[in-house]
């Protein structure tokens, strides 16, 4: 019976982090990550950005556009 439980702890700490990662990803708390990932795949020879660099340039690119909410 150990066995099934264990079992049934790994499906439920994979369940887990899918659901944080699919939350992270739909907040955007994961976007760096998905840079860096982008950075080594692409194997780009400039440099790579922090973090706090990728975050202001993202600030920016948002709030830099024209907004028609209002």
Known sequence: ???GS???QTRL?????RI???VREWCGD??????L???????LQGT??????FYLQQLQKRYS????CC
């Open 65 to 68: 556009r024209v907004s028609r």
């Open 6 to 8: 264990s079992a049934l």
């Open 48 to 53: 790579t950005l922090t973090r706090e660099e």
């Open 13 to 17: 700490r994979r369940t887990a982090a």
């Open 30 to 35: 994961a976007a760096y990550e998905r840079y």
């Open 37 to 43: 990932k982008s950075q080594v795949k692409c194997s």
């Open 1 to 3: 019976m150990a066995n």
């Open 20 to 22: 944080w990662l699919g």
